[in-house]
């Protein structure tokens, strides 16, 4: 008798939304093993939601839903979730105040000064900042703002023109050059552009629609700088129409 052993990867590749407009994130790389509560921590501090009051609801590439991810102690891996998945954010308690707020946009508003609102201890202001939520948690928003800092700066060491390996989790390594170093739209944080030695990449140096750098279809990528490593990789000879 054969015994068979069903073998899968140890991250999620998925793609992040939140309820607070239609733009879609970065696509982001989670290991199975992470608690959901721990995930919710890792997505306040690329939304900016709080992980106290966030419902993450997953999506799969034609926008149905597949689940919700409700129990706090349970790992990412156990639920069905495959690579391309879409992660929804919604912030509960964002959308209660959204909601309050726009209720109260007809009625005549008085203003209180900015010196007694900071006296208030019943105010929206007041609960974030005894909760250390949202921008008020100073150790995540120093945090994010390190990483933030370190990939500008990988991004601006990294050079046009240079030629780079690339080097991503559970990836073959690709060959190319830069062509690319920036920003990129709808995308969050710094980019690297890169036009690939052989067809395997996912565009022609265009995203939504605004052109980046050119090169063939297929042959180009945008990469995060943490995946780019420059130096003398010279260009190898693909003769795809050799005959054997």
């Known amino acids: 008798m054969t015994n068979f052993k069903v073998i899968t990867a140890d991250f999620i590749n998925c793609h992040i ?5 239609d733009s879609v ?8 093993d992470l608690t959901i509560s721990d995930l919710k921590v890792k997505l306040e501090l690329m939304t900016g939601g709080s992980c106290n009051t966030m419902q993450v609801e997953a999506y799969d590439e034609n926008n149905k839903l597949i689940c919700k991810l409700e129990n706090n102690n349970a790992l990412l891996g156990s639920y069905p979730l495959e690579d391309g998945v879409r992660l929804h954010v919604i912030d509960q308690f964002q959308m ?4 309050a707020q726009s209720e109260l946009d007809d009625v005549p508003k008085f203003v ?9 201890t019943d105010t929206v202001r007041s609960f974030l900042q005894k909760n250390e939520l949202g921008k008020y948690n100073e150790q995540n928003q120093e945090k994010k703002r390190q990483l933030e800092e370190a990939e500008k700066k990988m991004a601006e060491d ?5 030629r780079c390996k690339v080097t ?5 390594t690709r060959l190319g050059t830069v062509m690319y170093s920036g920003t990129v739209d709808g995308l969050s944080g710094y ?3 890169v036009k690939y030695d052989e067809p395997l990449g996912k565009n022609d140096g265009s995203l939504k629609g605004k052109r980046y750098f050119e090169c063939p279809e297929k042959y180009g990528a945008f990469v995060k700088p ?4 420059c130096g003398d990789f010279p260009e190898e000879n693909y003769d795809l129409n050799e005959e054997i």
């Open 168 to 172: 991503v989790q559970n990836a073959a």
């Open 158 to 162: 990294t050079k046009v023109g240079s």
């Open 112 to 120: 209180l000064p900015e010196e007694e609102y900071n006296k208030r």
């Open 191 to 193: 980019w690297i552009g």
């Open 96 to 99: 209660r105040f959204n909601t």
């Open 25 to 32: 994130y970065s696509e982001k790389r989670f290991p199975k």
């Open 226 to 229: 943490l995946n780019i490593t």
């Open 17 to 21: 939304s939140t309820s607070k407009g």
